[in-house]
C-alpha cells in the first residue's frame, strides 16, 4: 500500500525545488525581455539627401542637403551626419549641421557618401553620384571691318563672336596684338575696338580670350592694309593726274601709272615728293605709302611726241597735221599765210620754238611766231616775228589787218642758220613793254615800248607768195608765263643792241611806241 505521507513529502518537495528555478530563472527572463525589446525597438536612422547642382566645373559650389533623414526615435536634430565627397577622401567630423558646401577641384565623376548616426550610435550610409566637368579653353573668335583698307581706314575688331563651355560673354577678358611681334593691349571686358595702320602691308592680328578661371584661348586673322597714294596738283587749277589702276589703295609692289594732263594755259613740269623727274606718263612700284607733286607751269610745252598738237587750234586751212614728233605746215596757197596758235592769252612770257624749212620754192619765203594777237585771225591785230632761210628777220605787227614793220625791213642776222633743213631756235622774252630777242640762244637784242597789245594768243605761222610746194617744221614749242619766265636778257656772242636802232617807224599809227 502507497504510502500517502511519502506522496504528499515527494510533491512538496518537488514544487519547492521548481520555486527555487523559477525564483532565479525569472530575473534573468525579466533582463532578456528588457533588452530583446529595446533592442527590436531602436531601427538604424535613415539617410537621405539631395546635391545642387548635379554637374558643374571647378568653379561650381555643390550644395549637399541632409534634411530628409529621418529616424525611428530620435528627431532631425539629434541626428549627426558626416560627408565624405568622393572615393579614398576622409569622412569629415561628425556635425549636426544637414546643409553642407563643397567646391572640387578635379574633373570626373565623384561619389558623395553621407553617414547618418542617432543617438544610440546607430547608422547608416548613402551615396550619390555628381559629374565635374573640366574647364575648357575659350574659342576665341573675331570679326574685322572693313576686309581692307589703307592708313587712313579706322578698322573696327569685335571679339562677341567668342564663347566659353562655362563662361558668359560679358566676363570673358580679352587683348589684341595688332601686327605679329608688336605690343600688346591691356586685358579688357569691352569686346569692340579699333585700330588704324600707319604702314601697308599683310598684317597679322591676334587676339587672346580669357575665362575666369584663367585659362586662355587665341585666334589669328590677317589683314592687308594697301598702300595709300595721294597727287597733289601744284597750282591747283593746273590740270590733272590720271592714275591707272584707279584705285583708293594698292597692294605692295603695285606698279601705277600716273599721266599729268594740264589744264589749258599750263605745262606739265616734273614730278617731286615720293617722285622725281619729269616724265610724263611716269610708273611707280608701290612699296610704300607714296605723296607725290605734279607740278605744272602757266604756259605750253608741246613737243608733239604724242602724235597730237593738245589745244592748238588752226586757220582751217588743212595744211597742219603732227608728223614724225614735229607740227608739220604743208601744202602751196599763193600769197597767203598759215597759221596755227594756242587760244590762251599771255601777259609777260617767254616763248621758244624750234623751226626749219625743209621745201620752198624761194629762199624769201618767211614762217615765225606771232604772239600777243587780240583774236583767233593771227593778221588781224597781232606782233610777228618772222625768218627766212637765207638768214634774215623781221618784228612787225597787224593793226586793224594792216601791217607794219617795227625793224627796219628784213635785217641779217649771222646767228640764224641758214639753208633748207637748217633747224633754228626762236626765243623771245616779253617782259612789261620790252621783248628781247635770241637767235639759237645767242641774245641779238631788245625792243622797248612794245605797248599796242598787252596780251593775246600765241602762234606760229608760214607765209606762201607764189604757188610753190612749202614745207615748214615747228617743234618743242614752249611757252612760260608770269613767275615762270626767265624775265632775264643774257648777252652771248654778240654784243646786244636796242633793235630800234634797225627800226622803221613810217606809217606806224602808234608813233615812237610799238
Not at 316 to 333: C, D, E, P, Q, T
Not at 435 to 446: A, E, K, P, R
Not at 485 to 492: I, L, M, P, R, V
Request: proline share 3%; net charge negative.
Amino acid at each position: 500500500m502507497v504510502n500517502k505521507k511519502n506522496i504528499i513529502m515527494k510533491s512538496i518537495v518537488s514544487k519547492t525545488a521548481l520555486g527555487n528555478a523559477l525564483i532565479i530563472l525569472l530575473p534573468l527572463l525579466f533582463i532578456l525581455l528588457i533588452t530583446c525589446k529595446k533592442e527590436e525597438s531602436n531601427l538604424k536612422p535613415v539617410p537621405n539627401f539631395t546635391v545642387t547642382p548635379d554637374e558643374g566645373d571647378f568653379k561650381t559650389v555643390f550644395t549637399v542637403d541632409a534634411s530628409t533623414c529621418t529616424d525611428d526615435h530620435d528627431n532631425l536634430n539629434d541626428l549627426k551626419v558626416r560627408w565624405k565627397w568622393e572615393d579614398g577622401a576622409m569622412f569629415t567630423d561628425w556635425s549636426n549641421s544637414k546643409i553642407e558646401t563643397y567646391q572640387y577641384t578635379t574633373s570626373g565623376s565623384k561619389v558623395i557618401t553621407l553617414e547618418v548616426k542617432d543617438t544610440d550610435d546607430a547608422s547608416a550610409t548613402i551615396q550619390k553620384t555628381v559629374t565635374i566637368i573640366e574647364n575648357q579653353v575659350p574659342t576665341a573668335s573675331f570679326v574685322i571691318s572693313p576686309g581692307t583698307g589703307n592708313s587712313e581706314t579706322l578698322f573696327q575688331f569685335d571679339a562677341n563672336s567668342s564663347t566659353d563651355d562655362m563662361d558668359d560673354i560679358s566676363v570673358l577678358q580679352v587683348r589684341w596684338q595688332w601686327e605679329n611681334g608688336g605690343p600688346w593691349t591691356n586685358w579688357a571686358y569691352e569686346k569692340i575696338t579699333s585700330h588704324t595702320y600707319n604702314t601697308a602691308g599683310e598684317k597679322e592680328i591676334t587676339l587672346e580670350v580669357k575665362d575666369t578661371g584663367g585659362l586662355v584661348g587665341n585666334t589669328k586673322k590677317s589683314l592687308t592694309v594697301l598702300c595709300l597714294l595721294t597727287v597733289n596738283i601744284n597750282p591747283i587749277e593746273a590740270g590733272q593726274v590720271i592714275i591707272y589702276p584707279d584705285q583708293s589703295g594698292f597692294e605692295l609692289n603695285t606698279e601705277v601709272n600716273l599721266t599729268a594732263n594740264p589744264n589749258l594755259g599750263y605745262y606739265f613740269s616734273e614730278w617731286s615728293g615720293d617722285a622725281s623727274g619729269s616724265s610724263n606718263p611716269f610708273n611707280i612700284i608701290m612699296t610704300s605709302n607714296k605723296i607725290i607733286d605734279a607740278n605744272f607751269n602757266e604756259g605750253v610745252f608741246e613737243d608733239f611726241n604724242d602724235g597730237e598738237a593738245d589745244n592748238f587750234l588752226t586757220d582751217g586751212s588743212g595744211r597742219w597735221n603732227v608728223i614724225n614728233n614735229a607740227y608739220k605746215m604743208s601744202g602751196a596757197l599763193a600769197n597767203t599765210t598759215a597759221y596755227s596758235y594756242y587760244p590762251f592769252n599771255f601777259n609777260d612770257f617767254e616763248l621758244s620754238v624750234d623751226m626749219k624749212v625743209t621745201n620752198s620754192g624761194s629762199s624769201g619765203h618767211a614762217f615765225g611766231i606771232y604772239f600777243k594777237s587780240q583774236s583767233a585771225n593771227l593778221k588781224i591785230n597781232s606782233y610777228r616775228l618772222s625768218i627766212q632761210r637765207n638768214g634774215k628777220w623781221y618784228i612787225g605787227k597787224y593793226v586793224n589787218g594792216t601791217f607794219y614793220f617795227i625793224t627796219n625791213g628784213w635785217v641779217y642776222s649771222s646767228a640764224l642758220n641758214q639753208g633748207l633743213n637748217a633747224i633754228n631756235n626762236i626765243r623771245i622774252i616779253f617782259n612789261g613793254t620790252q621783248v628781247d630777242v635770241y637767235f639759237n640762244s645767242i641774245y641779238i637784242g631788245y625792243v622797248y615800248n612794245m605797248t599796242t597789245f598787252t596780251s593775246g594768243y600765241i602762234g606760229v605761222q608760214g607765209y606762201d607768195s607764189d604757188d610753190y610746194y612749202n614745207v615748214f617744221i615747228f617743234d618743242n614749242f614752249i611757252a612760260n608765263s608770269g613767275n615762270n619766265s626767265s624775265k632775264s636778257t643774257t648777252q652771248n656772242n654778240i654784243a646786244s643792241y636796242n633793235l630800234r636802232n634797225v627800226i622803221g617807224i613810217k606809217g606806224d599809227p602808234d608813233g615812237t611806241n610799238f
